[in-house]
T-cell receptor, first 113, second 114 residues
Framework: ETAVFQTPNYHVTQVGNEVSFNCKQT?????MYWYKQDSKKLLKIMFS???????VNETVPRRFSPQSSDKAHLNLRIKSVEPEDSAVYLC????????????FGKGTRLTVV | TQTVSQSDAHVTVFEGDSVELRCNYS??????LSWYIQHHGHGLQFLLK??????VVQGVNGFEAEFSKSDSSFHLRKASVHWSDSAVYFC????????????FGLGTTLQVQP
């Protein structure tokens, strides 16, 4: 049963617009993540937070910014989207770091036209 | 730098067949290895992981994986597949310690034919 909730499921927008994706986990986990999955299923870590602190920030364009209000929420904002941002964005959480089981949400599919 | 290689992009078998999905890793330190499954239109789900001890680990739904340090491998196996096992399987590695990231392979799409 899904315990990592992402909204929206799908989003279509035009180049240059700003989008925000929400993620909430109800598992009481300390660590949350955003992954990007492209059309070839390639998964890349974008950001990780542990107890609201940013611990991983991969080489991601500056138009991407994570927002953590508390341990249970990790949102992702993209300012001025580009066509290459079209992908599925997967939010995830784990009890304590990536060495414990990671639970994933169903993803938000972004299409930039 | 950690890398994960899944040599087979696609594997097709018949229901009831056994299957092995291959995973090789590269990392000089102590690591965790895991497998995740992704059904179409869904997020990933954890299958199993290995850190130390018995090199054969059991997971959910009859899956198991075997760690080999000499081969730098962590292959996933199932003795008898079901059509519902059709999905994309990802091997992943993470460094020990409170790290913030899983490094995934490119995935293997398993298609189980009736």
């Amino acid at each position: 049963e899904t315990a990592v909730f992402q909204t929206p499921n799908y989003h279509v927008t035009q180049v240059g617009n700003e989008v925000s994706f929400n993620c909430k986990q109800t598992l009481g986990h300390d660590t949350m993540y955003w992954y990007k999955q492209d059309s070839k299923k390639l998964l890349k870590i974008m950001f990780s937070y542990n107890n609201k602190q940013l611990i991983v920030n991969e080489t991601v364009p500056r138009r991407f910014s994570p927002q953590s209000s508390d341990k249970a929420h990790l949102n992702l904002r993209i300012k001025s989207v580009e066509p290459e941002d079209s992908a599925v964005y997967l939010c995830a959480s784990s009890l304590q770091g990536a060495n414990t089981e990671v639970f994933f949400g169903k993803g938000t599919r972004l299409t930039v036209v | 730098t950690q890398t994960v290689s899944q040599s087979d992009a696609h594997v097709t078998v018949f229901e009831g067949d056994s299957v092995e999905l291959r995973c090789n890793y590269s990392y000089g330190g102590s690591i965790y290895l895991s497998w995740y499954i992704q059904h179409h239109g869904h997020g990933l789900q954890f299958l199993l992981k290995y850190y130390s001890g018995n090199p054969v680990v059991q997971g959910v739904n009859g899956f198991e994986a075997e760690f080999s340090k000499s081969d730098s491998s962590f292959h996933l196996r199932k003795a008898s597949v079901h059509w519902s096992d059709s999905a994309v399987y990802f091997c992943a590695v993470s460094a020990t310690g409170n790290t913030g990231k899983l490094i995934f392979g490119l995935g293997t799409t398993l298609q189980v034919q009736p």
